[in-house]
Structure formats: C-alpha cells, structure tokens
C-alpha cells in the first residue's frame, strides 16, 4: 500500500519539502533543510546551553555539537528533537522571568533590602544583587525565593 504525499510548507519563505514513503516511515525520503533554516538552527542552538539542548532533545552533545560546525545534516527526526528542546528551554526562560519579576515586585512592595532577600535564599547578598539586577542567572536561586514569597503571600 502506498500512503499519500505529504507537503509540508516551511518558515515564512515557503519552501516546499516532499515527501513520499510506503506506509513505512523507515523508507521515508528525507529531503532535508535548506542553508538558511540549518543557520537558523545553529543560531538558535547558540542562546542555549548545549548540555540543556542535549537533555531536553535526547541527542548527544556532540550530534548537537556537529550540527553547529556542519559535519552532520539535520534530518526531520533530529529536527523535531531540536525543536522540542528548544520549546521547552524557551518555556523555562519565560517562567524564569515571570518568576524575577513576581520576586522584584515582591521586594519593592515590601521594601525589602537584599540582605534580607539573601537570607531567604542562604547566598550571598552581593551575589543575589547580581541576580536581581539580571547581571547573572541562576534559576534555582529564583525558584527557592519564588517558593518561599508564595508561601508568606498564602498565609
């Protein structure tokens, strides 16, 4: 049996990819993405961790790592794999900044000093004031401040 063609439309350059396979996605022929995507990609791996890409994708760092320097093709597999991974960092950025800025109003509204905000995390308050003024990132040190401002605004 043969299953239909599929089209996938691509990017906002509308490139046609076919595909056409025997109801087998194992004989699948892959045709691949163009220079400008596989570009994309690298510049999007570049604002990533490369071991968070590896973990969320389930590819290894250096199949990630040969993507970026173009000794490995990105086939539709690996591709969905990126994408995933890349979702799912770009959703843990936004809940690390709602989180900051949940943290920064919290401190403004109680005019809390970060000596004080320090304590709660049990860190350092100029490290903390680095954090705080997005000079560093440190996404455990916010989620323990998140958890304890929630627990003080629930009671």
């Known amino acids: 049996?043969?299953?239909?063609?599929?089209?996938?439309?691509?990017?906002?350059?509308?490139?046609?990819?076919?595909?056409?396979?025997?109801?087998?996605?194992?004989?699948?022929?892959?045709?691949?993405?163009?220079?400008?995507?596989?570009?994309?990609?690298?510049?999007?791996?570049?604002?990533?961790?490369?071991?968070?890409?590896?973990?969320?994708?389930?590819?290894?760092?250096?199949?990630?790592?040969?993507?970026?320097?173009?000794?490995?093709?990105?086939?539709?597999?690996?591709?969905?794999?990126?994408?995933k991974a890349f979702t799912t960092l770009e959703n843990q950025e936004i809940e690390y900044q709602r989180q900051l800025e949940v943290i920064l109003k919290f401190k403004k509204e109680n005019k809390l000093t970060n000596k004080e905000f320090a304590k709660i995390a049990n860190i350092d308050p100029s490290f903390l004031s680095k954090i705080l003024n997005k000079m560093r990132k440190n996404k455990e040190i916010i989620q323990i401040i998140y958890k304890h401002i929630n627990k003080k605004s629930g009671s």
């Open 1 to 83: 049996d043969i299953c239909p063609f599929s089209l996938m439309l691509m990017n906002e350059t509308a490139i046609v990819w076919w595909r056409f396979f025997l109801c087998d996605t194992d004989a699948q022929i892959d045709y691949g993405i163009n220079e400008k995507q596989h570009n994309e990609i690298i510049k999007t791996i570049k604002n990533y961790p490369i071991k968070d890409i590896a973990k969320y994708s389930k590819l290894s760092e250096r199949t990630i790592l040969n993507i970026t320097t173009n000794k490995k093709p990105i086939n539709n597999q690996t591709l969905l794999k990126l994408q």
